[in-house]
């Protein structure tokens, strides 16, 4: 079985056996991934990358995932900046990175950007984010990251804590976790809370998640605790954003009820949200789940590579 | 035979036989291009790039050239952009790309600089551009583009359509097109015509090109239509720029008395020049144009990479 | 014998022996640099690169030198320059470049930034420049072009010129090359003269250099001239510039009692302190030490890919 679609615009492409195809190919590539061994599988091949907004971590991984295999990254927005390429339509830039790649890996400001993209591309497209709306190689390396933690997805309890509401990943990925059986909680403020239209579409598949607004009401029964940024930005001033930001932060002493076990995710970078004496504890597990961004990357260029468009 | 030159700062450094020695190369080379076929022809070869002026394609199709043949691209011009590296003379700058490289593009805003440049460098330079002068390989592009289209360029109606006065591209086909015995005729307002110095001297050669302002007057003619971009800084106001880019854009409606197989070229990136709707008739070529920069630029860096300077 | 060390912070944390062992490789991979001969020996090994601060050569010949050996560059400062990097931690950035390659290069404008860096990383940490504290790498490179030059670094009348009490590569060098036996001088004008502590840290292994502020009573007895930059920054105002830096500016004049086969080098980029009339003699060796960055950093990367941190 290979990838059915050409285009990764939402994790909701991938069917529940592709998205396993992917990550059972991930774990063959985290020696090729840490440099242990060397791989030509992606040899000849060039993924092009157009990043219209900032990334650091998504835009390295790809570069560096490409890299392990063998094959080249070609910078479309290149040392220019964005602002160049913005002068011509996407339609255009798309077709100009489809002349000179294989696969095409895209960031933008706009919601459904990507999927506009793929209209337009004789290569597939890869969605790294667009906007408001879909990311879904955070939603790969993530649920990667978790199976890997804890051997199965399947009944573990997942919390996702903090901006649910304007967090991007914490949408796709809790969908996701809902298609592989975890029981999943909501811990945020009320005013930062998950939308209801992703409930809702919980609601659809029979999952009906736990809300919380207290730290200590949830952590003990926590399998995974998946941290999000709290952006001051959404705050109308400043003090109720510290005072939001300061209720949760994860400190050695939020942790001393947590499972021995428990591990700590985070999509990366971070603010103030994961204080850094947790950094040498077990329970971090958020460089792990950065790193673990090129074998995830490394098994979907590979598999979509394999596909005619 | 191979390249007598070691530079190619003009169109004119290659004689007519060493531009077919490059358009057949480049034939052989599309598979490679396509990503269909692994090459390790340049394997070990650094290509450095220098852009002083921002560029997208002509960047980005020497990037995939290189890399598709198996070598290395070095941007000098750097994330930090090209500020860093004016602060040092153009030759010293030169030099250093000549110790970390073994050819070396440039792009730089005033005309005769690649020449100079040339001077300076043990390793092959290749103008990709230098203010109002040349950029020769557009021109084999361009060449390469019309003899797969028409099957050769001798005899054909050419008609070299939009801003002849100052855009660049232009110029040097219309010498080249000269060269294989294309019939060239100008299509442009008055104020944008050719300039006299490029008629005398296709003169010289003998080649009267014959001149046109009104589209519907050559259409019917022509089997290749090269468009190029009208950029409203020529014009002293923006409504003069709205009339012309107006009366010379190309739509359906102006394609109506064309011949079936005529075929539409633009150096891209467009304007209003070219309406979307035309993207999906047998006449666009553009984009399989800005294709067939890289295996053009491959076939350039192979020939160049075995001449000893 | 290989390295010992693990981070390459200062060039103190190389013994004499090591630091042979690296000139000693750099010299059979002078054809490799020269893109005369091919290798593979770190194909699959990825070079991750973090300029906080602008740099042209070094960066340059790091990317040249990871490519020539098969391996690839992953520049984490990337298109969107450092600015995006600093938001968040060093110590993340660090973990974060250490996820996605397997050495790290770092230039920072503070001093011990490199060392901090060091501590966060599993991997291998390269200091390319931290502010005005170390840059070992360029003392490698600048010893290996002495040592090419003269046949042995031992009993040479080595010259250190310019901006002694500024200019970080000077500090470093004057150390290593009293470490290898050569005979120091240093020629400065009062103002810009060597730092006591440099001074004093020479004088603890033995070595009391003599100090000039004319050209003309030390030109014609050193074997090596090395000229660095004087910067404009550095004094109160333009006059007083323009008189140190007429009276320090190297020209054919200035040259005429030096010893025939007395070299000229130069870290470069220069601003008036050699005049370009001098490329073309002799003594000029300044181009072809921006070259040996290559060959000696590939040796650097070689030795340190072998090591276990």
């Known amino acids: 079985m290979g990838l059915r679609c050409k285009d990764i615009v939402s994790i909701r492409d991938l069917g529940k056996e592709e998205i396993q195809l992917v990550l059972e190919l991930a774990k063959d590539y985290v020696d090729v991934a ?13 993924l092009s990358a157009l990043f219209i907004e900032p990334s650091t971590r998504t835009r390295l991984s790809f570069e560096s995932a490409i890299n392990r295999l063998g094959g080249k990254y070609l910078d479309i927005s290149g040392p220019e ?62 649920l990667f990251t978790i199976q890997e933690a804890c051997g199965s997805i399947e009944g573990k309890e997942i919390v996702l804590m903090g901006d649910l509401k304007y967090g991007r990943t914490v949408h796709s990925l809790s969908f996701a976790l809902a298609l592989f059986g975890a029981k999943v909680s909501f811990l945020a403020p009320p005013e930062l809370q998950m939308p209801e239209e992703v409930v809702d579409h919980l609601g659809d598949i029979g999952v009906k ?20 940024r709290i952006q001051k930005e959404r705050f109308p001033d400043e003090n109720e954003y510290l ?9 050695l002493e939020t942790l001393t ?3 021995k076990d428990m591990k700590i995710l985070h999509p990366l970078p971070r603010n103030l ?25 490394m098994a979907l260029l590979k598999l ?3 596909v005619e468009k």
């Open 34 to 46: 840490k440099g242990h061994k060397n791989s030509d599988n992606l040899k000849g091949t060039i």
């Open 243 to 251: 005072r939001v930001a300061e209720s949760y932060q994860i400190t």
């Open 257 to 259: 009820n947590a499972k």
């Open 81 to 142: 900046g964005s602002s160049l390429v913005k002068g011509e339509s996407l339609a255009d830039t798309i077709r100009m990175a489809a002349c000179y790649s294989d696969i095409i890996v895209l960031r933008h400001p706009q919601e459904g950007a990507a999927r506009m993209a793929s209209l337009f591309s004789e290569k597939p497209v890869i969605n790294a984010g667009d906007g408001a709306g879909q990311h879904p190689t955070q939603t790969l390396l993530d």
């Open 209 to 228: 998640p736990r809300v919380f607004t207290k730290i200590d009401d949830i952590i003990p029964e926590a399998d995974i605790l998946y941290v999000t």
């Open 273 to 297: 949200e994961i204080h850094p004496d947790v950094d040498s504890t077990d329970h971090a597990l958020y460089f792990k789940q950065a790193f673990n961004g090129v074998p995830v990357r």
């Open 304 to 306: 979509l590579s394999e």
